[in-house]
Protein backbone atom coordinates (compact mmCIF):
# COMPACT_ATOMS: atom_id res chain seq x y z
CA UNK A 1 0.00 0.00 0.00
CA UNK A 2 2.51 2.61 0.92
CA UNK A 3 4.88 1.19 -1.87
CA UNK A 4 2.59 2.63 -4.46
CA UNK A 5 2.36 6.15 -2.55
CA UNK A 6 5.76 6.06 -2.14
CA UNK A 7 7.28 5.70 -5.68
CA UNK A 8 5.57 8.87 -6.93
CA UNK A 9 6.56 11.04 -4.09
CA UNK A 10 3.14 11.24 -2.29
CA UNK A 11 5.15 9.95 1.10
CA UNK A 12 8.19 10.63 2.88
CA UNK A 13 10.58 8.13 4.62
CA UNK A 14 9.09 9.05 7.78
CA UNK A 15 5.52 8.77 7.01
CA UNK A 16 6.63 5.19 5.21
CA UNK A 17 8.37 4.02 8.58
CA UNK A 18 4.82 5.13 10.56
CA UNK A 19 2.58 3.57 8.13
CA UNK A 20 4.54 0.71 8.28
CA UNK A 21 4.56 0.28 12.23
CA UNK A 22 1.41 1.00 12.26
CA UNK A 23 0.75 -2.36 9.50
CA UNK A 24 2.84 -4.07 12.00
CA UNK A 25 1.58 -3.48 15.40
CA UNK A 26 -1.66 -3.85 14.16
CA UNK A 27 -0.58 -7.72 12.60
CA UNK A 28 1.21 -8.30 16.04
CA UNK A 29 -1.95 -7.21 17.68
CA UNK A 30 -4.67 -10.14 15.68
CA UNK A 31 -1.91 -12.38 16.36
CA UNK A 32 -1.72 -11.78 20.09
CA UNK A 33 -5.83 -12.44 19.98
CA UNK A 34 -5.05 -15.42 18.26
CA UNK A 35 -3.09 -16.31 20.41
CA UNK A 36 -5.30 -15.82 23.49
CA UNK A 37 -8.09 -17.91 21.72
CA UNK A 38 -6.01 -20.79 21.47
CA UNK A 39 -4.35 -20.75 24.81
CA UNK A 40 -8.28 -20.63 26.24
CA UNK A 41 -9.06 -23.78 23.60
CA UNK A 42 -6.36 -25.85 24.87
CA UNK A 43 -7.34 -24.66 28.51
CA UNK A 44 -10.67 -26.33 27.53
CA UNK A 45 -9.24 -29.00 26.08
CA UNK A 46 -6.81 -30.17 28.65
CA UNK A 47 -9.45 -29.63 31.56
CA UNK A 48 -10.91 -32.84 32.73
CA UNK A 49 -14.16 -33.26 32.93
CA UNK A 50 -16.20 -34.63 35.52
CA UNK A 51 -16.83 -38.39 35.20
CA UNK A 52 -20.33 -39.87 36.33
CA UNK A 53 -19.81 -40.90 39.84
CA UNK A 54 -18.65 -44.30 39.85
CA UNK A 55 -20.28 -46.46 42.95
CA UNK A 56 -18.26 -48.66 44.91
CA UNK A 57 -19.03 -51.64 43.15
CA UNK A 58 -17.99 -50.20 39.93
CA UNK A 59 -15.16 -49.38 41.08
CA UNK A 60 -13.90 -52.88 42.28
CA UNK A 61 -14.99 -54.38 39.04
CA UNK A 62 -12.26 -51.62 37.18
CA UNK A 63 -10.11 -51.78 39.97
CA UNK A 64 -10.02 -55.52 39.22
CA UNK A 65 -9.89 -55.12 35.52
CA UNK A 66 -6.38 -53.47 36.34
CA UNK A 67 -5.81 -55.76 38.38
CA UNK A 68 -5.48 -58.80 35.37
CA UNK A 69 -3.47 -56.41 33.36
CA UNK A 70 -1.35 -54.90 35.88
CA UNK A 71 -0.86 -57.32 39.01
CA UNK A 72 1.59 -55.40 41.07
CA UNK A 73 -0.12 -52.12 40.88
CA UNK A 74 -0.94 -50.92 44.71
CA UNK A 75 -3.77 -47.77 45.01
CA UNK A 76 -1.45 -45.14 44.11
CA UNK A 77 -0.82 -47.06 40.43
CA UNK A 78 -4.03 -47.75 39.92
CA UNK A 79 -5.45 -44.37 40.56
CA UNK A 80 -3.05 -42.97 38.03
CA UNK A 81 -4.40 -45.53 36.13
CA UNK A 82 -8.49 -44.99 36.98
CA UNK A 83 -7.31 -40.91 35.73
CA UNK A 84 -5.79 -42.17 32.82
CA UNK A 85 -9.09 -44.19 31.82
CA UNK A 86 -11.59 -40.51 32.45
CA UNK A 87 -12.52 -42.02 36.11
CA UNK A 88 -12.07 -39.05 38.19
CA UNK A 89 -11.47 -40.54 41.76
CA UNK A 90 -9.10 -39.48 44.48
CA UNK A 91 -6.17 -41.88 46.11
CA UNK A 92 -8.11 -42.08 49.42
CA UNK A 93 -11.44 -43.71 48.13
CA UNK A 94 -9.10 -45.85 45.66
CA UNK A 95 -7.36 -47.16 49.17
CA UNK A 96 -10.55 -46.97 51.13
CA UNK A 97 -12.15 -49.44 48.46
CA UNK A 98 -8.91 -51.85 48.09
CA UNK A 99 -9.18 -52.39 51.68
CA UNK A 100 -12.80 -52.54 51.89
CA UNK A 101 -12.72 -55.67 49.60
CA UNK A 102 -9.78 -57.28 50.90
CA UNK A 103 -7.95 -56.32 47.34
CA UNK A 104 -4.52 -55.67 48.42
CA UNK A 105 -1.62 -57.16 46.80
CA UNK A 106 -0.05 -60.11 47.25
CA UNK A 107 3.70 -59.83 49.50
CA UNK A 108 6.42 -60.98 47.43
CA UNK A 109 8.06 -64.20 47.30
CA UNK A 110 11.68 -62.92 48.56
CA UNK A 111 13.18 -66.65 48.39
CA UNK A 112 13.49 -69.79 46.76
CA UNK A 113 13.21 -72.71 48.83
CA UNK A 114 15.62 -75.35 47.93
CA UNK A 115 16.03 -77.98 50.32
CA UNK A 116 13.42 -80.21 51.43
CA UNK A 117 12.87 -81.14 54.95
CA UNK A 118 10.43 -83.08 54.65
CA UNK A 119 12.22 -86.17 54.21
CA UNK A 120 12.24 -89.76 55.91
CA UNK A 121 16.04 -89.97 57.21
CA UNK A 122 16.91 -89.51 60.52
CA UNK A 123 18.47 -86.11 61.50
CA UNK A 124 22.19 -86.33 62.99
CA UNK A 125 23.48 -85.57 66.06
CA UNK A 126 25.12 -82.60 66.54
CA UNK A 127 28.91 -82.42 67.14
CA UNK A 128 28.49 -80.47 70.59
CA UNK A 129 25.73 -82.78 71.60
CA UNK A 130 27.30 -85.63 74.52
Not at 20 to 44: C, H, N, P, S
Request: charged share 30%; glycine share 4%.
Amino acid sequence: MWLTQFDPGEINDEEAEASLTAEYEAQIAALERKVGQLTMELDLIKKPTSAPNLGDAELVAIIEEIRDELSCYEYRRETRELNRRGHLVNHKRVARVVRANQLGIKPRKWYVRTTDSRHDHTSTRSCTAT
